[in-house]
């Protein structure tokens, strides 16, 4: 009887679950349906050839030798006749050429565009150009104070197809386009996309190729009823999907291949440097993403950052994330859900004022042919971890959930520990309840068995001070997390 009620309860938390996910799913496909239909042909930028502007220019790429090389380029800028076809006809359409197209500016899309490239057509930012490649017309920062409810978003804009790169042809080479910044001069602050939409509703991005590039492939917030479909990431540099607060009612699916941090991120609270807004994050669908091959070096991370924004008048806005689903996960090899100050800007110029909130969170069927884990560091009020496919021999040691603060050492100088600092916050107390874990398998003896007590693969961290630092690191701390069973 008992197992029979054991089961019950995990069919019930199960249906709850896919009803979730259904309903994020139902108010999407309703909202984005009309710009999914096939519409007319769109012109083609090939019909405005006359406004394209022949340019040359130096671009660094890596040689023969895998050293660094200069190549003089004789290429052509299409900024200006893919906008005009845009701003006349309100969609264009890029073939597949033998040359790129090259951009010296973002293309701007307002309510009602359609940006559509061919599978194979390559679009690049051309040297020194520094912003993003693609935005909304209306992109609106409010790095202080809330997102105002009366703003009124671009709508219904598609963007599909095309294999877009800001030249960052090495790790270390960027080509002069080190942010996604909204325009040259930079007047919304915060934002860093390739594709950057900000200020949105009903939009769709799909099916692109997004190759080596130094900003967040898509940067999207202060957005709902969106779309971001079957994106490919080559040698990127940064985040795939990078989210930001407030957003309600999207769809991430289908990201796949190498970047350089997150492959998808949920940011309620965020960096200031990489954000234009803050608010909370809720009814979000997270689906079939795939971390990089095995022997690949990659991050392969998913990040849920909640926390409290404090402006520069003191005043706060709570930034919680909520009634989210993440769902056919492969190979991540980490699901960041801790508080984590500015690294970069100083974590004592920019931080949570109070650590996040994580409610009504599910992960469902994720897939480790390598260790992973799931490291909580957020007040927690239901959190569900469900068909978990352990492929990797297990250690009795290995922990799948951490439950508290983390503490590293950044040293900025190596041998200068005046200039080390923490990355996270190791002072700070969580406490999470109402954690489910079900139907865990893990490998032995070369089949997946169930796990009789998936609880023992929880552990709750507390910090304690090392008094042996800078000699020995971390700092340590005095957080603990706390688990209410």
Known sequence: MIWLGVMLAAATAAAGDNALAASVENRVRAATEPLLAAPPASPSAVDFHDQVRPGTWTEVWPGADGKSETR?????IWTAAIQAALDRHKSVF?????????????IVLSSGCRLLADAKAEIRLKPGTNTCMVRNAHVAGFQDRP??????????????????TTL???????????????????????C???????????VVVRDLTIRASRSFGVHIGTASEFLVENLTFEEHRRDGVHCDGPASFGIIRGIRGKTGDDPVSLLAWDWRNYSASFGPIHHLLVQDVSGAPLAAQSTDAIRLLPGVKRFADGATLDCPITDCVLRNLTDIREFKLYDQPNLELGRDN????????????????LTFNRPGSIQIHAE???????????????????????????????????????????????????????LRIENVRALQDGKQVPVVDPYAMVKTVEQKLNP??????????????????
């Open 72 to 76: 003089t380029v004789n290429g052509e």
């Open 94 to 106: 890029l073939p597949a050429r033998e040359q790129p197209y090259y951009l010296d500016a973002p």
């Open 147 to 164: 997102v105002p409810a009366e703003l009124q978003p671009d709508t219904d804009i598609f963007i599909q197809g095309g294999v877009w």
């Open 168 to 190: 960052a042809t090495t790790p270390r080479e960027s080509n002069g386009n080190r942010r996604g910044r909204a325009d040259s001069k930079d007047s919304i602050p915060g």
């Open 192 to 202: 860093h996309g390739v594709i950057l939409l900000q200020n949105v509703q009903r």
């Open 350 to 365: 920019d931080f949570s004022a109070a650590v996040g909130a994580l409610r009504n969170i599910h992960f469902q069927r």
């Open 380 to 434: 927690t009020d239901g959190l569900t971890v469900r068909d978990v496919s352990l492929a990797f021999p297990v250690a009795s040691d290995y922990r799948l959930v951490f439950i508290g603060p983390q503490s590293v050492t950044y040293k900025h100088k190596p041998d200068n520990p005046s200039t080390w600092t923490e990355i996270f916050s190791p002072d700070r107390d969580c406490t999470v309840r109402h």
């Open 468 to 485: 042996d630092y800078p000699r020995t690191t971390p700092r340590g701390g005095t957080g603990k997390g706390i688990w209410e069973r």
